[in-house]
C-alpha cells in the first residue's frame, strides 16, 4: 500500500531560524496536503498542491510538490514561537484516502 | 458552532469494557472518518463513510465498529477494550469539491477523544 515517509521527526530551532520538513511517497500521488496540529489540539488544514512542481506560499510558509509528484516539503521563513506544533504532510489518492506522514515536531526556542 | 464535535473528551476505562464515541458534523459534507493517534503521534485512518456507506475500513481490529446513521454522524464502538487501545481518537470530516485530480479533500477534524485504558 501507499507509505509516506516524512523526516525530520523533530526539530529544534532558535527563534528567527528557518525550519523545513520532508515528505515522500512509496507512489506517485494525485495531490498533496499539509496540515498544522499545535501541542494538545487537533490537525488543521495548512494547503493542497496538486500540479507537478508547484510552489505556493502563505507569509513565511513555501510548499512545494515534486516534479514526479512524489515528494513534497514545507519551509518556514524565521521562524516564531507560534509556529510550534506538528506539520503532518498527507498523500491523497484517486480515492477518499490521504495517508499521512509521521509528522515533524517543531520546538521554537525563544 | 463547532464543526465536528466528538464526545466525550477525555474516557477513562478498565480493561475488557465496552464504550462508545459519537462525532456529528455541520458541515454538511458527505464523508466523515475516524483516526487513531498513537503517543507518538502518528495518524492513521481506521475507518471512512461515504453517505452512510462504509469506503474504508483498514486493518483495525474486529472489536471496533463504526456506525453511521446518517451522513453528518459517525460513531465508534469499540468491545473489549486492550491496553493498546489507549490513544486519541479523531473524526474527521471532508466534502470533494470536484470529480477528479484537482479535487479538494480537505479534512476537518474534531478536538478528540483521548482514550485512556487501564
Known amino acids: 500500500g501507499q507509505q509516506v515517509m516524512q523526516i525530520p521527526q523533530y526539530q529544534h530551532v532558535q527563534e528567527g531560524e528557518d525550519f523545513t520538513t520532508y515528505c515522500n511517497s512509496s507512489t506517485t500521488l494525485s495531490n498533496i496536503q499539509w496540515y498544522k496540529q499545535r501541542p494538545g489540539g487537533h490537525p488543521v488544514f495548512l494547503i493542497q498542491l496538486v500540479k507537478s512542481g508547484e510552489v505556493k506560499k502563505q507569509k513565511r510558509l513555501t510548499f512545494q510538490f515534486g516534479e514526479a509528484k512524489k515528494n513534497s516539503s514545507l519551509h518556514i521563513t524565521a521562524t516564531q514561537t507560534t509556529d510550534v506544533g506538528t506539520y503532518f504532510c498527507a498523500g491523497g489518492g484517486s480515492n477518499y484516502k490521504l495517508t499521512f506522514g509521521k509528522g515533524t515536531l517543531l520546538t521554537v526556542n525563544p | 458552532d463547532t464543526a465536528v464535535s466528538q464526545t466525550p473528551k477525555y474516557l477513562v476505562t478498565q480493561m475488557g469494557n465496552d464504550k462508545s464515541i459519537k462525532c456529528e458534523q455541520n458541515?454538511?459534507?458527505?464523508?466523515m472518518y475516524w483516526y487513531k493517534q498513537d503517543s507518538k503521534k502518528f495518524l492513521k485512518i481506521m475507518f471512512s463513510?461515504?453517505?452512510?456507506?462504509?469506503?474504508i475500513n483498514e486493518t483495525v481490529p474486529n472489536r471496533f465498529s463504526p456506525k453511521s446513521p446518517d451522513k453528518a454522524h459517525l460513531n465508534l464502538h469499540i468491545n473489549s477494550l486492550e491496553l493498546g487501545d489507549s490513544a486519541v481518537y479523531f473524526c474527521a470530516s471532508s466534502q470533494k469539491s470536484v470529480a477528479g485530480p484537482l479535487a479538494k479533500n480537505i479534512q476537518y477534524f474534531g478536538a478528540g477523544t483521548r482514550l485512556s485504558v487501564l
Open positions: 463513510y461515504n453517505n452512510k456507506e462504509l469506503i
Open positions: 458541515l454538511g459534507h458527505d464523508t
